[in-house]
């Protein structure tokens, strides 16, 4: 487990993590998390109705997932675009299949496919009570990203979180991809805060890693970077790949279809591809990976989940420079917005007014562990054991102030969760789209903190906005600089 530490220790961006190699971080045992509930005790619940539901009936198939191996032997180069503010539910006449002009990196086996779902198909068959359950899965601690989406029964993975979160990951996936296919996988960049929990399960990664140990015994589609800098991620990929699944570059699925690179889930369902000329660097090291982020938009009904990894400024102004003329966001859509970068500050952070102002979000969360060292006021407990690293920098922690002030001017303080006090943070929608809500489980894996000397309940903030909680009075949470952390 040391050695395969510190493999990935070659590829982290943050050097505080070799002073935590040498500790065991226990983690408290525990079922993975339930769909939100209408109300909870001690908590403050997110939810809102949409004023337009989506659509809210389609032909059940007797097979749920339509097409979530089964992709288009040929790709069209048509760059004719679309209107940005139609629907993305609606299939363009003109929308093409995504490039397969650019290969993936050659880190990447050579049986990978390069072609995309055909734009004109559904990858999935809706269900009747088909619903939206979106999860931020908590982290332990450090700062890290692994967002699951399921539609019915349609899965989309948006990073795997650090290496300390891989049995979250397991249990998240276990619970909620119950038929062992994973449709979408996406590695928004290859930082080991982001691919950690792929590969830190107890499966090697050439068989699967993680989510082998979950049970998921295909993918659909991998999407990532492309700067394939680290073989934990590369061997994982590839051991699905030689069962089918495709293997595309974000690259590849925009550079020549900037407006109009949209997977078609189901109706009112789909994934926009966004661009960045961040994306043709053609220097890739480890501390620029962060402005190469995948960055996309999902689209259910009326409601826009937008995730951009950990963008900070320079890619941000890039994909604001192509689309504030022509927008990927619909007219009167509820924006969810993913902070940037953990929600680090807004120096060269992506959490910038600017980006704000251009997506107007109603709601935001953040994701990223309590670490083991931090400037709370008395400290902090370790799952009841006082044992763990204690050299981390306190500026390792995250969210920073400055950042959610950015994101809270727009969505309101109260509309605003951390997965670090909350726990897993989860989202949804129902059937007709037109009812969303925000809740927390509570802290079940990771750190918990101290405050007057006593150990704040791990249910009591599952609900409450981040600048409610207890931990919005610490200074660690007081931390108004940038950086690139």
Not at 263 to 279: D, F, G, H, K, R
Request: hydrophobic fraction near 30%.
């Amino acid at each position: 487990m040391k050695k395969k530490f510190l493999g990935l220790l070659t590829f982290s961006l943050i050097p505080f993590l070799a002073a935590c190699d040498w500790f065991s971080f226990g983690r408290t045992s525990s079922s993975a998390g339930t769909t939100p509930s209408a109300s909870a005790n001690n908590s403050v619940i997110v939810s809102s109705s949409a004023s337009t539901s989506g659509t809210s009936s389609s032909t059940a198939g007797t097979t749920s997932k339509s097409s979530a191996t089964t992709v288009s032997t040929s790709s069209s180069s048509s760059t004719t675009s679309s209107s940005a503010t139609t629907s993305a539910s609606t299939s363009s006449s003109s929308s093409t299949s995504a490039s397969s002009s650019s290969s993936s990196s050659s880190a990447s086996s050579s049986s990978s496919s390069s072609s995309s779902p055909d734009p004109t198909n559904y990858l999935y068959t809706k269900q009747a009570g088909d619903h939206l359950q979106v999860f931020s899965i908590e982290q332990t601690n450090y700062y890290g990203d692994a967002t699951l989406f399921k539609y019915g029964n349609f899965e989309i993975l948006i990073d795997g979180g650090n290496q300390y979160s891989a049995t979250q990951l397991k249990d998240y996936l276990s619970t909620y991809c119950t038929d062992h296919v994973l449709d979408v996988v996406v590695l928004t960049h290859s930082h080991s805060d982001h691919y950690g929990g792929f590969t830190y399960g107890t499966t090697s990664a050439s068989k699967g890693g993680t989510l082998a140990d979950a049970g998921i015994t295909s993918v659909g589609h991998f999407v990532d970077s492309g700067w394939d800098n680290n073989s934990y991620w590369t061997s994982l990929k590839n051991h699905y790949v030689t069962l089918g699944a495709t293997d595309e570059t974000i690259l590849s699925l925009t550079e020549n279809n900037i407006y109009d690179s949209i997977w078609n889930i189901a109706p009112s369902c789909s994934i926009q591809w966004l661009y960045s000329s961040t994306y043709t660097a053609s220097t890739k090291t480890s501390s620029s990976a962060n402005n190469n982020s995948v960055l996309c938009d999902l689209k259910f009904g009326t409601y826009e989940w937008v995730m951009m990894g950990d963008a900070q400024d320079i890619e941000v102004n890039s994909m604001l420079s192509v689309y504030s003329s022509k927008t990927f966001v619909k007219s009167g859509d509820t924006v969810v917005f993913k902070a940037c970068h953990h929600c680090s500050g807004t120096t060269e952070s992506g959490n910038t007014s600017e980006l704000m102002n251009f997506l107007s979000p109603k709601y935001g969360f953040t994701s990223s562990g309590i670490i083991a060292c931090n400037s709370a006021s008395t400290g902090v407990a370790i799952n009841n054991d006082p044992t763990g690293p204690v050299d981390t920098p306190s500026t390792a922690q995250h969210p920073f102030k400055n950042a959610a002030t950015a994101i809270t001017n727009k969505t309101g303080a109260a509309n605003f969760l951390w997965n670090g006090t909350a726990g897993t943070i989860d989202m949804s929608l129902d059937e007709n789209f037109s009812s969303f809500q925000m809740v927390g489980e509570g802290r079940k894996y990771g750190y918990g903190y101290n405050m007057s000397g006593s150990l704040v309940n791990a249910t009591s903030e599952k609900s409450t906005p981040l600048f409610s909680t207890k931990w919005a009075t610490t200074s660690a949470f007081a931390i108004g600089g940038g950086g690139t952390l």
